[in-house]
T-cell receptor, first 114, second 113 residues
């Protein structure tokens, strides 16, 4: 069974500081990996995804993530956080073939201090 | 842009009522999903559909049913609403015959009194 762990429930950073949100997954084959962001009261918006190829993927809003197979990780990074980045972030894993399902982590809430 | 819309942003119902949540997507996607989102639990899949009239149970289908009569529309039905079904409900759609990017609607916050 596939699963995702986001070890940090809540992270607080200062505006302008760097950010790393952790994501560890469990999946038996090559995973499809996603990061989504949810602003308060809104649906989820895709930040970036990894299907294959280059293990460092770029997304929207200046975010990037690195797939590390040996560590079963897909951590999200941003070099300089803006106040508008305050939101909840979800990592998700899915598989190939006819497996349509995405399994989501429980989310990491990001607070940005001025 | 992919657009997924949900019929209501906020809904208040009474225990025992039959509740319909509607979701419409405009991108001709094959797959549609219903999730519920609760604090500390993340998103949990209730049901999904990979074609018209086709459905599969997700991780927490108990107390729910679904209907997909047209490709663009996927309905979630609470046959007899209970207070433990108070939650945020999110609809999503995706294209193709395997896992792909899911596009989400804005959500319906349902309160059952």
């Amino acid at each position: 069974a596939q699963s995702v762990t986001q070890p940090d429930i809540h992270i607080t950073v200062s505006e302008g500081a760097s950010l790393e949100l952790r994501c560890n997954y469990s999946y038996g084959a090559t995973p499809y990996l996603f990061w989504y962001v949810q602003s308060p009261g809104q649906g989820l918006q895709l930040l970036l995804k990894y299907f294959s190829g280059d293990t460092l993927v770029q997304g929207i809003k200046g975010f990037e993530a690195e797939f590390k197979r040996s560590q079963s990780s897909f951590n999200l990074r941003k070099p300089s956080v803006h106040w508008s980045d305050a939101a909840e972030y979800f990592c998700a894993v899915g598989g190939g073939g006819s497996n349509y399902k995405l399994t989501f982590g429980k989310g990491t809430l990001l607070t940005v201090n001025p | 842009d992919v657009k997924v819309t949900q019929s209501s942003r906020y809904l208040v119902k009474r225990t025992g009522e039959k509740v319909f949540l509607e979701c419409v997507q405009d991108m001709d996607h094959e797959n549609m999903f219903w999730y519920r989102q609760d604090p500390g639990l993340g998103l949990r899949l209730i049901y999904f559909s990979y074609d018209v009239k086709m459905k599969e149970k997700g991780d927490i289908p108990e107390g729910y049913s679904v209907s997909r009569e047209k490709k663009e529309r996927f309905s979630l039905i609470l046959e007899s609403a209970s207070t433990n079904q108070t939650s945020m409900y999110l609809c999503a759609s995706s294209k193709g015959v395997s896992v792909g990017t899911q596009y989400f609607g804005p959500g319906t916050r349902l309160t059952v009194l």
